[in-house]
């Protein structure tokens, strides 16, 4: 994909391994798109759970990968769904990355906009999204949530635009790396390799969940 937004990727941190299927990728769907509202309601409050537990243990690891205190911290904006983000809605979300990312980061949902070119599975656009605020994004450490890590063509094109606006450093940090053990062999033995360094009592993500999860396709 960095050919066709001709700019190098930027790094990704996945805070959990997602298997499709399986209780997380269920959760994931379900907090957007379930038409039961209690049901939603509850998938929402167990994404914020997510996220409070792995950011919490695993801020250091964010915060060294972009070699500087987080300054900014935002979701990743929806492709598909106007206005809010389903990831923006989440109640507290801003509050707790915060907290576990920096005192000194802001919460600034909404400082990306969508823009009209499309962006599909593989296909991503330097221009799909646009800033509100150059002046916030001039030299900022910026820190992208997202539910899901599937191609990466809408984190990497939102990564794009902030980077292009003047962000000195960008990382991706999905909740979910969404992997396909049950149709692909490479996932399987990704899985199993994961699994096989894992240790028991290791609190570093890096350790447990490689950022190579990010380039498994």
């Not at 066709?4 to 990704?12: Q, S």
């Not at 002046?135 to 990564?159: C, E, F, P, W």
């Not at 033995?189 to 990010?214: F, G, I, K, M, T």
Request: proline share 8%; hydrophobic share 40%.
């Amino acid at each position: 994909m960095a050919h066709l937004l001709k700019l190098p990727l930027v790094p990704v941190l996945p805070l959990r391994l997602c298997a499709v299927p399986g209780p997380l990728y269920t959760v994931l769907m379900g907090y957007k798109e379930s038409s039961v509202d209690v049901a939603r309601q509850r998938f929402t409050r167990i994404v914020a759970a997510h996220f409070a537990h792995c950011l919490s243990q695993h801020g250091r690891c964010v915060t060294a990968t972009l070699g500087a205190p987080v300054d900014l911290v935002l979701p990743v904006p929806s492709t598909a769904r106007p206005g809010r983000g389903a990831l923006e809605s989440v109640r507290g979300l801003g509050p707790l990355a915060v907290h576990a990312l920096g005192r000194e980061a802001r919460w600034t949902p909404g400082l990306l906009q969508r823009a009209e070119p499309y962006v599909g599975h593989m296909q991503p656009h330097v221009d799909a999204f646009t800033a509100s605020d150059y002046g916030a994004i001039d030299g900022a450490s910026i820190a992208l949530l997202d539910d899901t890590y599937v191609s990466g063509a809408r984190a990497q094109s939102a990564a794009a635009s902030l980077r292009l606006a003047g962000a000195r450093s960008v990382i991706i940090v999905p909740l979910g790396r969404i992997i396909r053990p049950d149709r692909l062999s490479s996932h399987v033995e990704y899985l199993e390799h994961v699994r096989s360094q894992a240790r028991p009592n290791d609190r570093c993500c890096r350790c447990v969940r490689p950022q190579r999860a990010a380039a498994i396709g």
